[in-house]
Each structure stands twice: as structure tokens, then as C-alpha cells.
């Protein structure tokens, strides 16, 4: 059975390298990919963008995006966004048997154990690690290693064998775009339509997003 892939994030905006993760995971894994918008990320500063407007730039960006699917579910629970809440609404929806798997960059993935319930999250889901081909996931710090020592799948096909526990690393190339760097952009009024969707840009225009009164600093 392919695994239920859920991809979370502020998307604050979502943009072309977003886009390019989810588009690899897919075809990576032949498998549909819900992406998950945060209302309250607890681990980072409040958002830009209120959450419905983030959560309406990632339904612009992916409508007729083939296996790509907006899942608003973290707006709806109140509270902070934790990726736990998240997986184990999830595992209630699929059942105990289904493969269900949580998509990270490498950074994220070697700052688990800052997470709330981090150590849930395995034997909840799997996890699948999006990194360059040049970066080393090698000597993972404790406790991580620990937690997942001997878990490493080496094929996309082996996270369909058991409904969680393993963790797998999908080497894309790098892509240049930049939430923070983006942000600027927009906050000093430049050019920032190579980094982020046709209709997510006219949004932005539309709403005067992350731009402040004057066109200045951002928010």
C-alpha cells in the first residue's frame, strides 16, 4: 500500500521551491502528498501572513497540481500547530495498518528532539528526509540516533511494508528560493515573481501582503 505522505510548513508564502519538494515526493514515492499550512507554529516566529491567507496562497499554487492536496486540518484544531496533533489525527483516519509518512528538510529532521512529543512522531508515522545530494546525514545527534538506529530505509518501496517506524533521505537538487529572503523582497517592494506561483503573486498584490502601510519593513 503507498503511504499517505503529509507535508507541513508556515508557507508563509509557499513558493517554487516548496512546489519543487512536494513534486519530488510525489513522484518519489507514486503517492499522494497533503500539505499541511501551520495556524500557530510554535517553533519559529509568528507568521507574515495570517493563516487563512497562507493556507488560500498554497490552494492557488497546487490547484491541478496532480496528487497534491491541501489539508487545512491545523487551522481548525486550536492551539499550536504540533506535527504530533497532527499525525495522530491522521493515524485515527487511516487506521493501525496504513503507511503514513511526514515530510522534513534535513535541518528540521536533525532538530527533532527540540519537538514537542518528538519521540511520538516514529511511532507514528515514518519520516522522509528532503536534503541536497552534497549534505551528510551521517552521525545523527542523540538522542535521534538513538531513537531511530537501525531504521533507515534504503528504497521509497520499503515504507509501504509497515505502517511506520522507518525514516528514508530523498536527495533533490538544491533550489535557490527563500521564504525569509523572499519576504524581503516583498517588504522593499522588489521583484519576486521568479520564486513564487503566477497566482500566488497576484494574491499577494491583491491582499498587500507582507508589505507594511508605507511599502517599507516587512511584517
Given at each position: ?56 496562497m498554497l490552494a492557488l499554487a497546487i490547484a491541478g ?34 503507511p503514513l509518512a511526514w515530510v522534513l528538510g534535513a ?19 515514518h519520516l522522509v528526509v528532503v536534503s541536497r545530494p ?86
Open positions: 500500500m503507498k503511504p499517505v505522505l503529509a507535508f507541513g510548513g508556515t508557507f508563509d508564502p509557499v513558493h517554487v521551491g516548496h512546489l519543487a519538494v512536494a513534486r519530488a515526493v510525489r513522484d518519489a514515492f507514486g503517492a499522494e502528498v497533503r500539505m499541511l499550512p501551520a495556524a500557530d507554529p510554535p517553533h519559529r516566529p509568528a507568521p507574515g501572513a495570517g493563516a487563512e491567507a497562507r493556507a488560500e497540481e496532480p496528487g497534491l492536496r491541501l489539508d487545512r486540518r491545523e487551522l481548525r484544531r486550536a492551539g499550536p500547530s504540533w506535527t504530533v496533533d497532527s499525525l495522530a489525527e491522521l493515524r485515527a483516519e487511516l487506521g493501525p495498518q496504513a535541518d528540521a529532521f536533525r532538530g527533532l528532539p527540540t519537538w514537542h512529543q518528538w519521540a511520538r512522531l516514529p511511532e507514528l508515522a552534497d549534505h551528510d546525514l551521517d552521525g545523527l545527534p542523540e538522542p535521534l540516533a538513538t531513537v531511530l538506529s537501525g531504521r533507515r530505509a534504503n528504497r521509497p518501496e520499503a515504507l509501504e511494508t509497515r505502517p511506520a517506524g522507518l525514516w528514508y533521505c530523498l536527495r533533490i537538487p538544491p533550489h535557490p528560493a527563500s521564504a525569509s529572503e523572499l519576504r524581503r523582497r516583498l517588504a522593499e517592494g522588489q521583484p519576486a515573481d521568479d520564486w513564487l506561483p503566477a497566482p500566488v503573486s497576484a494574491y499577494i498584490a491583491a491582499h498587500g501582503l507582507y508589505r507594511t502601510r508605507s511599502g517599507g519593513a516587512g511584517v
